[in-house]
């Protein structure tokens, strides 16, 4: 019986061709940071052009190698378009990070526009789609490749004035394992990673609050995260730090798996440490 292939082991991206959707601020800023210093060759995605051109510099600077592309993740024609920037910029694709993400509003299903309700559902569950759909001919071709979807604790919980993105990462759950099934014979592996609360301007609402508005929104986001386990938000490196695990080929019999990375909040009640 031939031995299975396992991968190399390596448990970084050097060398590995990988876009990272969301990387001009918060989470997909630190996975694109981090994943440039491991030696990662990075294609940035994100509809930020300022700030994502300067993440693409930051990682530069620091001995990394990436190329932005303006990209709404929404949009088949751009998502097409950055996948085809990848290929004929770097000649290959091995590593897709959907990170991408918006917040929608913070009101009930009855008071929820459905023009926001569509596009929380466009930017969250669709973008992940298009991005797999157009990505995967290219994974194929190799043979091998790794999509990693960064879902969150509130696609396996419902929580309070959430309703479109509690759907959309629900979605973003069930289509990671979907999508497993499908690819695992063919040498592509699907896994997601649920963060918890993290330290980030989430889709720049927080930037946009009135400043007292937003003191009062940071509050209520760390008197929520002081009620679990770790006591804590997390730092964006945290959860790139998951991201990259299952991008690499430490993860290498992990395919399917929704990985909480939340200080442990969906491991119990809102009752925090003992
Ligand atoms: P963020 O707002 O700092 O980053 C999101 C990025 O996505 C931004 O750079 C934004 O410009 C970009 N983006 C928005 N719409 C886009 C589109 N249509 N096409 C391309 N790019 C677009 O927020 P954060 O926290 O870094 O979020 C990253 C991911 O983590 C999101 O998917 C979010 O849902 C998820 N997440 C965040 C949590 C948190 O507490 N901050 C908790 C759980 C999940």
Redesign the pocket.
């Known amino acids: 019986m031939s031995e299975p292939d396992t991968g190399s082991g390596h448990s970084n991206l050097r060398g590995r061709v990988t876009i990272v ?10 996975i694109a940071r981090l994943a440039g210093a491991e030696g990662a060759r990075l294609v940035l ?4 052009t300022g ?2 051109e300067g993440t693409a510099r930051d990682v530069i600077a620091r001995g990394g190698e990436a190329l932005f592309v303006p ?5 088949p024609e ?1 998502v097409r378009h950055l996948m085809d920037e990848a290929v004929r910029h770097f000649g290959r694709l091995d590593v897709l990070v ?6 929608g509003s913070a009101v009930p299903a009855h008071d929820l526009d459905v023009e926001d309700w569509d596009r929380v559902i ?3 569950l669709r ?1 992940p789609f298009l991005c797999a759909k157009y990505a995967l001919p290219h994974l194929l071709a190799n043979g091998a490749g790794v999509i990693v979807n ?6 396996l919980i419902g929580a309070p004035l959430a309703p479109a ?1 509690c759907a ?2 629900g979605g ?1 759950v069930n289509l990671t394992r979907q999508l497993a099934v499908d690819y695992g014979g063919r040498g592509v592996r699907v896994n997601a ?13 927080r930037a946009s609050l009135p400043p007292a508005q937003r003191e009062a929104a940071q509050a209520r ?1 760390e008197a929520n995260a002081a009620l679990q386990p770790l006591g804590r ?2 730092h ?1 490196d945290e ?1 790139a730090r998951a991201v990259l695990f299952l991008a690499s080929d430490a993860s290498s019999f992990m395919t399917g798996s929704i990985v909480t990375v ?1 200080g442990g909040c969906t491991a119990t009640f809102n009752h925090g440490a003992g």
Do not use: F, H, L, W
């Open positions: 959707t969301g990387a001009a601020t918060g989470i997909g800023r630190s995605a994100d509809v930020n700030e994502g990209c709404d993740v929404s949009d751009q959907n990170n991408a993400g918006i917040a466009a930017v969250n973008g960064v879902a969150s604790t509130y696609g993105y959309s990462k973003v990673v649920c963060p918890g609360y993290v330290d980030t301007d989430m889709g720049g609402r986001r938000q997390a964006a959860i939340d």
